[in-house]
């Protein structure tokens, strides 16, 4: 089983950058799909995160959310069993908590049930 721990939230200013890590242990990732959702401030418990972006297990596909496409960007470095979401442009509504996912079947999906692991999450507040 691999362990996701996520890194790099913080408070930073609207138009700031940030570049958000996850870091997994316990066995390679790179059979995985990785992604990134976000919970935003006040939502209901039972509400399904947002998806974000997510990657397949090499690296060559893709996918982002509407909202972000355009800002973020979603890589990953199997050498050193992280993934990273890179952040520029930021904006109030990106505040959130965000969370690293993985897919053991190493396919982009867009869905927070489909995932079959996750990280703690991660703090991101954008002031404005």
């Known amino acids: 089983q691999v362990q996701l721990v996520e890194a790099g939230g913080g408070l930073v200013q609207t138009g700031d950058s940030l570049r958000l890590s996850c870091i997994g242990s316990?066995?390679?990732?790179?059979?995985?799909?990785m992604a990134w959702f976000r919970q935003a401030p006040g939502q209901a418990p039972g509400k399904e995160r947002e998806f974000v972006a997510t990657i397949n297990w090499n690296g060559r596909t893709t996918y982002y959310a509407d909202s972000v496409n355009g800002r973020f960007t979603i890589s990953r470095d199997n050498a050193k069993n992280t993934v990273y979401l890179q952040m520029n442009s930021l904006k109030p509504e990106d505040t959130a908590v965000y969370y690293c996912a993985a897919n053991r079947n190493g396919v982009t999906w867009r869905t927070s049930e489909n995932s079959h692991m996750w990280g703690q999450g991660t703090q991101v507040t954008v002031s404005s």
């Open positions: 316990g066995r390679t990732l790179g059979n995985y799909a």
